[in-house]
């Protein structure tokens, strides 16, 4: 068993913000007292099928958390999922339907273990306690929070000052979420540094209930591989830990080499001297820097994946880039007929959407045996025979 002191300096490395870490010291010592597990929440609502890298840097905290002894309660928004949160954001977001939340959540399940200890961790939607809720008890929560405190939020803040609409709805979800800690009974809250006015909202509510409030934590936002946004599906800058591992490979080598010290630090969870002495031998010359990122992405596919899984895809990824061979599961298309080149990459799922084919072809970035295509009208007649590119990693053998 972990020492107070020895939890702390664990549980505190690489977080933001910490409201506060006498709080936490006081809650860690009548644990290690009393023998009762702290509880330690994070929510993530369903908005997309996959969890990425950058839902990682929390879960591994989460899961630091369960190796210092305390329970992880992880809340599946399916009833916050149909709102969407607004944090951060400069517009309304789009809902989602109850069937497409749900259908999301099912792969959330089984994607969290992937990094968190079941035995440790209790499940719970939020839907237990917000669907049976009536209007009256909507009413009733809502008078426990006024629009002057709403506004103090940055972004809603500057969408009003904008003159930009805000939704009623888009008012109520830091509520929800904050009330969520209400039903838990929360000692911990985890989320993104864009999170920490919920998080914040939390304690309140639970100092309205008679509770001890929680602590807040926040983690630093992982940028995606623009190097730009902060990691996320709809920006497709993101590496998803469900991925094939080869995939997941090429996706990782893509990022920049400044950039890579970042995944060190809140993927793998380096220490700051231990990432500094790596980087000290790139800028020295004495490693380098594309073994180092092959490095880092082997040991993040290792992960989720076998070792074994990982040098495979990183022994593919050379043979493929360095040496010019395809990838051994290049798939082949006979074309018995003609096709438009853009209906061919879509039904071979090279690309998301046809719009998405455009503006590769726009970028040079579709190839015909090495050859860019520039013509989005192409067709490509029957019999046609060589290698269609589709960016760094999408292959298609016509034969």
């Not at 980087?279 to 992960?303: F, H, M, W, Y």
Request: charged share 30%; proline share 4%.
């Amino acid at each position: 068993m972990k020492s107070v002191q020895e939890q702390l300096d664990i549980l505190t490395s690489r977080v933001v913000d910490l409201h506060s870490r006498e709080e936490l010291e006081k809650k860690l010592t009548r644990s290690a007292e009393t023998g009762k597990p702290l509880r330690i929440k994070l929510g993530a609502d369903p908005s997309a099928p996959d969890i990425h890298l950058g839902h990682a840097v929390a879960l591994k905290k989460l899961r630091e958390f369960q190796d210092c002894g305390h329970t992880v309660v992880f809340i599946i928004g399916d009833f916050t999922g149909m709102i969407g949160d607004p944090s951060g954001k400069s517009k309304t977001r789009k809902s989602l339907s109850r069937e497409e939340v749900l259908a999301n959540a099912e792969t959330y399940k089984e994607q969290v273990f992937k990094i968190l200890d079941p035995e440790k961790t209790e499940l719970r939607f939020n839907g237990e306690w917000f669907h049976p809720m009536t209007f009256e008890e909507v009413i009733r929560l809502s008078a426990k929070v006024t629009v002057a405190q709403m506004l103090q939020r940055d972004d809603f803040s500057k969408r009003f000052g904008a003159n930009q609409p805000i939704s009623l709805v888009e008012f109520l979800y830091p509520l929800v979420q904050g009330y969520d800690s209400v039903m838990v009974e929360a000692d911990v809250e985890l989320g993104g540094t864009d999170q920490l006015f919920n998080l914040l909202l939390g304690r309140e509510l639970q100092k309205e209930e008679g509770q001890e409030p929680q602590v807040v934590m926040t983690m630093p936002l992982l940028e995606g591989l623009d190097g730009v946004q902060k990691m996320s599906k709809s920006l497709n800058n993101y590496v998803g830990i469900s991925e094939a591992p080869k995939e997941m490979f090429g996706k990782l080598m893509s990022i920049s080499d400044d950039l890579m010290w970042r995944y060190f630090s809140l993927v793998l969870g380096r220490t700051e001297a231990e990432v500094n002495t790596i980087r000290t031998g790139v800028e020295s010359g004495e490693l380098n820097p594309r073994k180092v990122k092959d490095e880092l992405a082997q040991e993040i596919i290792c992960q989720f994946y076998s070792p074994e899984e990982a040098k495979e895809a990183s022994e593919e990824f050379t043979a493929v880039f360095a040496k010019g061979a395809l990838p051994e599961d290049t798939p082949e298309l006979h074309l018995d007929a003609d096709i438009a080149l853009l209906d061919l990459l879509a039904d071979q799922n090279m690309v998301g959407s046809k719009g998405e084919g455009r503006r590769l072809i726009k970028q040079n970035a579709v190839k015909l045996d090495d050859a860019a295509i520039q013509d989005a009208q192409r067709i490509l007649t029957a019999g046609q025979t060589g290698i269609l590119k589709v960016g760094k990693r999408r292959f298609l053998k016509l034969i």
